[in-house]
């Protein structure tokens, strides 16, 4: 308990990062925090609980990820296991009322190698709601590729599972777009660490500027998968 309250303290810093202004949102009535175990410690833990702080801020909700200490402490006494070594998925299901459920699945990552521009502009994933019907519909568009990369009002966004950088060989730097669809936990770390860099106008017809792309959220490592912008294919005409 005593790790929970130095990781809440610390949490209050990053709220800023996930800050979400719900007038114009459609308000789901349940979220879902994924987090990634490692060995059965959870990375950027503070930050997962900032961005769930934030949520129920957003939707005026109690801040359930109080609950999350005792929850936490009986669930994963009965952790399976093969989730104890190695990378494992938590997921923390949550509502209005509080935390309803905590589930822990071995991970693996899927083989992303080529992904499809769609066109995204009503979707709106600010919050990370457990309804992902909009994205679902998106990645149904894939025509062919692994996964695709939605463009929201001319902007590279996200893809269905992951947020981006971009790779700029005369800048050395990488880009991330600065209104994603939703903001990951890993992508705020990047952030705070000068390793990524907000570009608000990231648009389609800069592409060629960039040589890489990289994939990344709570659970993918940073450098774990990245394509060459080649693998970027353009929208399926109708």
């Known amino acids: 308990m005593l790790m929970f309250d130095k990781l809440f303290h610390e949490s209050l810093a990053y709220l800023p990062d996930f800050q979400v202004d719900a007038a114009h949102l459609d308000l789901p009535s349940e979220l879902v925090e994924t987090m990634c ?37 009986a669930t994963s006494a009965q952790m399976p296991e093969d989730c104890r070594q190695g990378r494992t998925m938590a997921r923390i299901v949550y509502g209005a009322e509080g935390i309803r459920s905590i589930t822990f699945q071995s991970y693996a990552p899927r083989l992303v190698r080529s992904l499809r521009l769609v066109v995204a502009d009503h979707v709106d994933y600010a919050l990370k709601s457990t309804d992902r019907k909009v994205i679902t519909e998106c990645f149904d568009q894939r025509n062919g590729c692994d996964d695709v990369l939605m463009v929201r009002d001319h902007l590279l966004t996200d893809t269905s599972i992951a947020n981006i950088a971009l790779w700029h060989e005369q800048h ?28 608000t106008a990231l648009t389609l017809d800069r592409l060629s500027e960039f040589s890489r792309i990289r994939l990344f959220n709570a659970m993918l490592a940073w450098g774990e998968i990245e394509l060459p912008m080649v693998a970027l294919l353009p929208p399926t005409t109708h």
């Open 172 to 199: 050395n730097r990488w880009y991330t777009p600065a209104r994603p669809l939703l903001r990951g936990t890993h992508r705020a770390a990047l952030l705070r660490a000068g390793t990524i860099h907000e570009d």
């Open 37 to 73: 175990l490692t060995d059965g410690a959870v990375v950027r833990l503070p930050f997962h609980l900032a961005r769930m702080q934030a949520a129920c801020q957003a939707l005026g909700w109690r801040d359930v990820s109080e609950d999350l200490p005792e929850l936490w402490v």
